[in-house]
C-alpha cells in the first residue's frame, strides 16, 4: 500500500500549523500540518494534538490512532522561541488533567502506530517513542539533541530511549546529541519496520487495521498489562492477570470470538 498524497496546508491561515484529524473507520488520522518549518512544533500544534488524543481515547468507536505528517519530514520538535516562556516558568504545555500525547502522566488507553520520514528531531522523536508501534521511512533521521541547546529532554525521551534500546545504546545517543537513520533506529528498537519512502503511512496504516480487527478490550488490557509490568515489575504484571482476564472472559467480544473460531470466520467485535 502506497502513501496517500497528503493535501497541502493553508499555511498562511495557519501560520502556527496545525494538525489535521481524520476518521477512517475504527482508525484516527492524526497529522501534522506545518510543512514550511519542518513540521516543528508550537503551542497551537500542541494544544490540537492533546485535543486529537483525547478524541481517540474517549470515543468507544475510534480503537487505534496513527500519527504521520504532512509534507517531506515528520517534525523537527519544539520551535524553541514559541516555548521559551513555558520553558523558564516551568509551566506545562499540555493540560495535566487530559491525556497526554508524549504519554508522561495520563496515557492514552488505545494503541498508536506512528508513520515518520525526514527530520524526526527531539519532541517529533519523543512523540514516537511515547507510541506503540512506528514504521520509518528509510530516508528517517533521528536525533534527540536538546544538550546541544542547553536544555535536557522532558517530553519522555530520556526513559524511553532506555526502554527500548537500553542504557549504552541511549546514553551514546542521548549524550552525543548526534544524528542517526533509520537502520540504527530500527537496532535500538526505537522503530519496528523500515521502508522505502511513500510507503510508511500506509504500512502504518495496514498495522492498525490488523489491530482495529482484534477485541478492542482485550487490545486496550494487552497495553495496561503491559505498562505494569514497564511501571510496576512482573509481580505486578502477574497479580493483574486474573482480574483482567475475568473481565474479557465475561465480555460478548469473547463469546464473539469463540463462536468465530467455530464458524471459521472473521469475528466481529464491538468493544463490550
Request: with cysteine.
Amino acid at each position: 500500500m502506497t502513501e496517500t498524497p497528503a493535501p497541502a496546508g493553508d499555511h498562511a491561515r495557519h501560520p502556527d500549523g496545525r494538525v489535521t484529524v481524520e476518521r477512517r473507520g475504527h482508525i484516527l488520522m492524526i497529522g501534522f500540518d506545518r510543512v514550511e518549518k519542518m513540521n516543528s512544533m508550537t503551542p497551537k500544534t500542541h494544544s490540537e494534538l492533546q485535543a486529537a488524543y483525547v478524541e481517540l481515547d474517549a470515543d468507544p468507536e475510534l480503537r487505534v490512532g496513527v500519527v504521520y505528517s504532512h509534507g517531506d519530514h515528520f517534525s523537527a520538535g519544539l520551535d524553541l522561541p514559541k516555548f521559551l516562556d513555558c520553558l523558564r516558568e516551568g509551566r506545562p504545555t499540555l493540560d495535566p488533567e487530559k491525556v497526554d500525547p508524549f504519554a508522561r502522566w495520563r496515557r492514552c488507553r488505545k494503541p498508536v502506530v506512528t508513520a515518520v520520514k525526514g527530520i524526526t528531531y527531539t519532541a517529533g522523536l519523543e512523540l514516537l517513542l511515547a507510541g506503540d508501534i512506528a514504521v520509518a521511512a528509510s530516508n528517517a533521521r533521528f536525533s534527540q539533541l536538546e544538550p546541544k541547546r542547553g536544555i535536557m529532554a522532558t517530553g519522555g525521551g530520556v526513559m524511553r530511549f532506555i526502554e527500548r534500546g537500553g542504557w549504552g545504546n541511549a546514553m551514546y545517543h542521548l549524550l552525543t546529541c548526534d544524528e542517526f537513520g533509520a537502520t540504527e533506529a530500527l537496532r535500538v528498537g526505537i522503530v519496528q519496520e523500515v521502508v522505502e519512502p511513500g510507503f510508511e503511512l500506509g504500512r502504518a496504516l495496514e498495522i492498525a487495521e490488523r489491530i482495529a480487527a482484534n477485541a478492542p478490550l482485550a487490545v486496550q488490557a494487552t497495553i495496561r498489562n503491559g505498562m505494569t509490568y514497564l511501571l510496576e515489575g512482573q509481580r505486578a504484571c502477574v497479580e493483574q492477570m486474573p482480574a483482567a482476564q475475568g473481565v474479557l472472559v465475561a465480555s460478548e467480544d469473547a463469546a464473539e470470538g469463540v463462536r468465530g473460531f467455530v464458524e471459521r470466520r472473521q469475528p466481529m467485535f464491538k468493544g463490550r
